[in-house]
């Protein structure tokens, strides 16, 4: 199996992410999409690298969602 290319790595983020975002279900989504990279032998290295780069982003936006979504300051113990 051949290294993915650096576009192909970034198409299937994009993809990944395209798909967490219209899904009720995002880590199910995100895992069905890897599971068809994999389908298409791809190398778990690349796989992992759009996984990583996926849930980075996931992260950034779910934490975005929850702070402007809260209305009062918590305060952390």
Known sequence: ?????NYAINSAIRLCLAHCRQSDAPLAS???????????LWRESDVQAVEHATRKVLV???ATRYVESYEEPCELV
Not at 1 to 5: D, G, H, V
Not at 30 to 40: A, K
């Open 60 to 62: 950034r936006i779910f």
């Open 30 to 40: 995100l895992s069905e999409t890897l599971d068809e990279l994999r389908d298409r």
């Open 1 to 5: 199996m051949a290294r993915q290319s």
